[in-house]
T-cell receptor, first 117, second 113 residues
Framework: NAGVTQTPKFQVLKTGQSMTLQCAQD?????MYWYRQDPGMGLRLIYY???????DKGEVPNGYNVSRLNKREFSLRLESAAPSQTSVYFC????????????????FGDGTRLSIL | QKEVEQDPGPLSVPEGAIVSLNCTYS??????FMWYRQYSRKGPELLMY????GNKEDGRFTAQVDKSSKYISLFIRDSQPSDSATYLC?????????????FGRGTSLIVHP
């Protein structure tokens, strides 16, 4: 049972390049999330998707877009990468019909380490 | 002041010690409390999940919640070098119509042989 799978694991981009981070879960969870983790800042929510077909902004959405492709997959896109977006990006999923009313804990992937030069 | 405060450490202890990790919070709406363990270059892994006040035990780990003091703890008994990791607390409640958790910044634990 793979859980939450993120690809790629590492990536280096140049400023202005675009990129899509992929995430897939095999736990049949309705809710999915994208976080970034920076030293001293902890986990910060970028976007989340309560269910297939819905997405909502989190704490730090600027510079990012997301797509909930289907129940399993939730992608994060950087349209024009900036050095401030250098970070480790984590995808997570949780049970529940809607994130707004889901108290179930999240399960995380192992992250994508993104460097922007 | 952040909603969830957690000392970043590092906390260094000898093998076999009892470890106490703590978080304080300010939002009285929090009802669900979680502890995650994160090894270097890995994602957070759920360790404990509790609701409201009280204790929950799982093997060498005990989670304790004191809602009156807005204080939660994770105790690790007979600590092992393999427990060396960053421990994140997280908590959620129906705040603003959402249960999306708020995370602490994590405490780095080092257990030396």
């Amino acid at each position: 049972n793979a859980g939450v799978t993120q690809t790629p694991k590492f990536q280096v981009l140049k400023t202005g390049q675009s990129m899509t981070l992929q995430c897939a879960q095999d736990m049949n969870h309705n809710s999915m999330y994208w976080y970034r983790q920076d030293p001293g800042m902890g986990l910060r929510l970028i976007y989340y998707s309560a269910s297939e077909g819905t997405t909502d902004k989190g704490e730090v959405p600027n510079g990012y877009n997301v797509s909930r492709l289907n129940k399993r997959e939730f992608s994060l896109r950087l349209e024009s990468a900036a050095p401030s977006q250098t970070s480790v990006y984590f995808c997570a999923s949780s049970e529940g019909n809607r994130a707004r009313h889901s108290n179930q804990p999240q399960h995380f992937g192992d992250g994508t380490r993104l460097s922007i030069l | 002041q952040k909603e969830v405060e957690q000392d970043p450490g590092p906390l260094s202890v000898p093998e076999g010690a009892i470890v106490s990790l703590n978080c304080t919070y300010s939002n009285s709406a929090f009802q669900y409390f979680m502890w995650y363990r994160q090894y270097s270059r890995k994602g957070p892994e759920l360790l404990m999940y509790t609701y409201s006040s009280g204790n929950k035990e799982d093997g060498r780990f005990t989670a304790q919640v004191d809602k009156s003091s807005k204080y939660i703890s994770l105790f690790i008994r007979d600590s092992q070098p393999s427990d060396s990791a960053t421990y994140l607390c997280a908590m959620s409640g129906k705040s603003g119509g959402s249960y999306i958790p708020t995370f602490g910044r994590g405490t780095s634990l080092i257990v030396h042989p």
